[in-house]
């Protein structure tokens, strides 16, 4: 499995979040690492949900052109995978075999595809692993970056 770490789109979102600063700044400090490592990796569908959620979700939400920004920067800092016509098939196997919801499974699917075998998100069970694919929360009691960094 490869040494980066997928990125999930709670991730991008609590970077811009103001109504929670201490998960600001974290997100803010790990994506600054992950990017300065070159750790760090999107998918195109975190980049999609991230857009969304910027621009209709945040109190106040951003405006289409910064969003837009913001996007082309994190395609500059990071690697994004891409989402196929095998992620699909594979999420749909997840959400039957795993019981993930689809955007989940295609998110797994699509780290699992390409050989990465962590994604950092809150949105799953800590420490919960699927098929070699391991679920971390970045903001979790006793996360450490220099940990996924080799540091």
């Given at each position: 499995?490869?040494?980066?770490?997928?990125?999930?789109?709670?991730?991008?979102?609590?970077?811009?979040?103001?109504?929670?600063?201490?998960?600001?700044?974290?997100?803010?400090?790990?994506?600054?690492?992950?990017?300065?490592?070159?750790?760090?990796?999107?998918?195109?569908?975190?980049?999609?949900?991230?857009?969304?959620?910027?621009?209709?979700?945040?109190?106040?939400?951003?405006?289409?052109?910064?969003?837009?920004?913001?996007?082309?920067?994190?395609?500059r800092a990071?690697?994004?995978l891409d989402?196929?016509?095998?992620?699909?098939?594979?999420?749909?196997?997840?959400?039957?075999?795993?019981?993930?919801?689809?955007?989940?499974?295609?998110?797994?699917?699509?780290?699992?595809?390409?050989?990465?075998?962590?994604?950092?998100?809150?949105?799953?069970?800590?420490?919960?692993?699927?098929?070699?694919?391991?679920?971390?929360?970045?903001?979790?009691?006793?996360?450490?970056?220099?940990?996924?960094?080799?540091?």
């Open positions: 499995m490869s040494v980066g770490v997928v990125v999930d789109t709670n991730v991008l979102v609590y970077a811009l979040d103001a109504r929670d600063p201490v998960k600001r700044s974290a997100a803010r400090a790990l994506l600054a690492k992950l990017a300065e490592a070159g750790r760090g990796v999107l998918t195109a569908q975190v980049l999609a949900e991230y857009f969304s959620v910027a621009t209709s979700k945040l109190a106040p939400p951003l405006d289409p052109v910064t969003a837009a920004l913001q996007v082309a920067e994190f395609r990071f690697s994004v989402v196929t016509a095998d992620v699909v098939e594979d999420a749909a196997r997840g959400v039957v075999q795993h019981q993930l919801s689809f955007w989940d499974a295609q998110l797994w699917a699509t780290a699992r595809l390409a050989g990465f075998d962590v994604i950092l998100s809150e949105d799953f069970q800590d420490g919960r692993e699927i098929e070699g694919v391991r679920f971390v929360d970045p903001f979790g009691r006793g996360f450490r970056l220099e940990g996924w960094l080799g540091s």
